[in-house]
């Protein structure tokens, strides 16, 4: 599975993204928009992103590209399938999508700004848009903690191994 961030602005939450995609197996990491690195433009290590990920960021392929949308067509012309977490009048519940071992190889999920989320120019080259239904006052969860709940989800459903050990 690929990660691509869209224009996240806290590099902490950049960092906890890295360290929970190392935790889950995730292959590379695309970094877009105005997303940080965790290498600044003068070569330095970003230390704010160095700080949560406790090395992840040199575990986990990582790429910057600054067109989200250009690096979605190149992926999708590529066989990718493209799920992306926010909340529209088109998403799903995250936990009723299952994908196979062969699908995750051939998957991008897609997390954008804390605060404007992912646009629909973004959303338009969804494949599936994932939703955690949200039972509280708030609206919405850290940027960083949705990726983790959706993403160990799909690589790590479970839920299933459970409901099979009870059958």
């Not at 993204?17 to 197996?25: C, K, P, V, Y």
């Not at 067509?73 to 909340?87: H, S, T, V």
Request: with cysteine; charged share 20%.
């Amino acid at each position: 599975m690929l990660v691509l961030l869209h224009n996240i602005r806290s590099a902490h939450n950049v960092g906890s993204i890295f360290r929970t995609a190392d935790a889950a197996g995730i292959e590379k990491i695309y970094l877009c928009g105005i997303t940080p690195a965790p290498i600044d433009r003068f070569g330095k290590p970003r230390q704010e992103i160095a700080k949560v990920a406790l090395g992840a960021e040199s575990t986990v392929p990582w790429e910057i590209s600054h067109s989200t949308v250009s690096l979605l067509k190149k992926l999708k012309k590529q066989g990718f399938m493209i799920y992306a977490i926010e909340q529209s009048v088109r998403s799903m519940p995250y936990n009723t999508m299952r994908l196979h071992k062969k699908e995750l190889a051939r998957t991008v999920l897609v997390v954008g700004n804390e605060v404007e989320g992912l646009s629909s120019s973004i959303l338009t080259h969804a494949d599936t848009i994932l939703e955690i239904p949200m039972s509280g006052g708030k609206e919405s969860l850290n940027v960083a903690v949705a990726f983790g709940i959706v993403a160990f989800h799909l690589l790590h459903p479970v839920g299933s191994r459970i409901a099979k050990k009870m059958l």
